[in-house]
C-alpha cells in the first residue's frame, strides 16, 4: 500500500467532515448552542475538543489563520457555550446532515467503522495535537456520529502533519495559501476573505516567496513547484502512519466512497472550498 492510499482517503474523509463547517443546519446548530456568528462557530467548534482554548493556542494549530481573525471569536466563544455543549452540538448536527444526504450510512458506518477506529488507534500522536485531541474525545454511542467523529481525527492527523512539513520548508501561513492559489489558479480572494489576509498581507507574503525563487512575478516556478509537490507528498507519507498494516482499511475506503460522492453531490460542500478538498 503506497502512500497515494492516504490522499485517497482524505479525498473520501475530507468531505463527510466538512459538512460542519458548510452546511445550513450545522452553522445553525453552533449558533443554537450560544456561539455569535459563523466564524466564531467555526473556531469554537473545531477547536473545543482542545477545551477552552484561547487565541494563541488555536492560532498555534490552525495555523493558517490571520490572528486578528481568531481573536474575534476566543476567548469570547466559551462565554457563550461550554466545549462540552460544543462538541455535542457539533456531532448531532453533521451526523443528522449525512443522514440526510446519505439514508444507508448507518450500514456504510457499521462495515467502515472497525477499521477507521483501528487507524485512529494506531496512527502516532506526538507532534499531532488536533488529532491527539480528537482522539481523546469518548466515541459516540451513535454509528453515524461515531463515523463522522473518526473521519474528523483522521482528517485533524493529517492536517496536523501538513503544518508540520509546512514548518519544516519555512512556509507560514499566508504563504502556504498563496502557493496554492498559485498552483491552482484560484482567486486570491477567495484565501484573503476565508483566512483574515489582507491584499498587503498576500503582497508581502509574495514578495518573500518571490525571494525565494519559489514565484516569478506572482506565477510559480519551477522550484515553487516542486517544493508544493514535496510538501504534498510528505504529507501522504506522513498520514500513511495511520494507516499501513490496519486490516480492512481497504475495505473502507471502497464503502465510504459513495458517501463521499453523494456529499460532494449534494451541494453541502462547495467546490472549490478554502479548504483546498476537491470531489471524492
Known amino acids: 500500500m503506497d502512500t497515494g492510499f492516504a490522499r485517497a482517503m482524505?479525498?473520501?474523509?475530507?468531505?463527510l467532515h466538512a459538512v460542519t463547517y458548510f452546511s445550513p443546519a450545522c452553522v445553525a446548530a453552533h449558533k443554537a448552542v450560544g456561539l455569535r456568528g459563523f466564524w466564531m462557530g467555526y473556531f469554537g467548534a473545531r477547536s473545543a475538543p482542545l477545551g477552552a482554548a484561547g487565541p494563541n493556542l488555536v492560532e498555534a494549530t490552525f495555523?493558517?489563520?490571520?490572528?486578528?481573525?481568531?481573536?474575534?471569536?476566543?476567548?469570547?466563544?466559551?462565554?457563550?457555550?461550554?466545549?462540552a455543549a460544543v462538541l455535542e452540538a457539533r456531532r448531532t448536527a453533521a451526523a443528522s446532515v449525512l443522514r440526510t444526504i446519505a439514508p444507508d450510512i448507518e450500514t456504510v458506518a457499521a462495515?467502515?467503522?472497525?477499521?477507521?477506529?483501528?487507524?485512529?488507534?494506531a496512527a502516532p500522536a506526538p507532534g499531532r495535537p488536533l488529532f491527539a485531541a480528537?482522539?481523546?474525545?469518548?466515541?459516540?454511542?451513535?454509528?453515524?456520529?461515531?463515523?463522522?467523529?473518526a473521519a474528523t481525527a483522521l482528517r485533524e492527523h493529517r492536517g496536523d502533519g501538513h503544518i508540520?512539513?509546512?514548518?519544516?520548508?519555512?512556509?507560514?501561513?499566508?504563504?502556504?495559501?498563496?502557493?496554492?492559489?498559485?498552483?491552482?489558479g484560484s482567486a486570491p480572494a477567495m484565501w484573503q476573505a476565508n483566512r483574515g489576509w489582507s491584499e498587503s498581507d498576500w503582497a508581502a507574503a509574495q514578495e518573500r516567496l518571490e525571494s525565494r525563487g519559489l514565484l516569478a512575478d506572482g506565477a510559480l516556478a519551477d522550484n515553487g513547484r516542486d517544493l508544493r509537490a514535496h510538501?504534498?507528498?510528505r504529507t501522504d507519507a506522513l498520514a500513511m502512519t495511520a494507516y499501513a498494516d490496519v486490516p480492512?482499511?481497504?475495505?473502507?475506503?471502497?464503502?465510504l466512497t459513495p458517501i463521499a460522492k453523494s456529499v460532494a453531490g449534494s451541494g453541502a460542500v462547495p467546490y472549490p472550498n478554502p479548504m483546498g478538498a476537491d470531489p471524492a
Open 10 to 15: 482524505w479525498r473520501v474523509l475530507e468531505p
Open 63 to 83: 495555523y493558517n489563520f490571520h490572528p486578528s481573525m481568531i481573536r474575534r471569536a476566543l476567548p469570547d466563544a466559551w462565554t457563550f457555550a461550554s466545549p
Open 111 to 121: 462495515t467502515a467503522l472497525p477499521a477507521l477506529q483501528a487507524a485512529i488507534d
Open 134 to 149: 480528537n482522539r481523546d474525545l469518548p466515541t459516540p454511542a451513535d454509528p453515524v456520529e461515531a463515523l463522522w467523529q
Open 164 to 184: 508540520a512539513c509546512l514548518l519544516a520548508e519555512g512556509i507560514d501561513g499566508c504563504e502556504a495559501h498563496v502557493l496554492f492559489a498559485a498552483v491552482t
Open 231 to 233: 510538501i504534498e507528498s
Open 248 to 255: 480492512g482499511i481497504a475495505e473502507a475506503l471502497t464503502a
